[in-house]
Structures are given as C-alpha cells and as structure tokens.
C-alpha cells in the first residue's frame, strides 16, 4: 500500500515556475515506479513523466519534455515535478501514482493523490 499527497499546485503567470511535491506514505514507495499525470477540464487525464523506483530512469511526455523535470528522493519518501516555461495548456489537476511498471498508462498505476490544481494565466 502507498498513500500519496500532492502539494504545490497554484496560479502563476505564463512563463512562470512551480515545483511540485508528492508525498508518499507505505513500505512500497521505494520499490515504486512514480508518475505525474494530468487532468484538464473535459478531458481525459494525460501522461506527463514518470521516474523508475531508483531515479536513474525517466520519461516524458512530449508537450513537457525540456520544460518539466521530475525527481525522486526516497529518504524523503517525495517524488517532485519542477516545471518551467509554462503555458495556459499546462492548466490542469495534476496527480502522482505509484505503480510496478515504468509505463505511460494510467491504468498501470496503483495508487493515486487526490490531485492538485495548477492555473497558468496568459
């Protein structure tokens, strides 16, 4: 079992930076894949990083490559997503999940945060 907070989420202009945190909970986090997705008005929740249980690997989707980085410390049991650059596009509810694989699916995830919000104004 892993129980997941998301903190960090706000409003901030075009071009502007936030870091988010994940905080992880339960003896599994360190043995877990842990991603970000996110979930725009209307819209299905989307793939935006996700970074192996050791933190030497990561992917990214294409629409955040070069501007998101995502990072993992496991003494802190916290995962993070630096984003920089951002656009209004980037508005959504953003979310962490832990899963077994490292996969883009969101259905290749087995816990999830209850998400928070991210407004980018232009």
């Known amino acids: 079992q892993v129980q997941l907070v998301e903190s960090g989420g706000g409003l901030v202009q075009a071009g502007g930076s936030l870091r988010l945190s994940c905080a992880a909970s339960?003896?599994?986090?360190?043995?877990?894949?842990m991603g970000w997705f996110r979930q725009a008005p209307g819209k299905e929740r989307e793939f935006v990083a996700v970074?192996?249980?050791?933190?030497?690997?990561?992917r990214y989707a294409d629409s955040v490559k070069g501007r998101f980085t995502i990072s993992r410390d496991n003494a802190k049991n916290t995962v993070y997503l630096q984003m920089v650059s951002l656009k209004p596009e980037d508005t959504a509810v953003y979310y962490c999940?832990?899963?077994?694989?490292?996969?883009?699916?969101?259905?290749?995830?087995?816990?999830w945060g209850q998400g928070t919000q991210v407004t980018v104004s232009s």
């Open positions: 999940a832990a899963g077994a694989y490292l996969r883009f699916g969101v259905t290749d995830y087995d816990y």
């Open positions: 339960g003896r599994t986090f360190r043995s877990s894949h």
């Open positions: 970074i192996g249980w050791t933190g030497g690997s990561t």
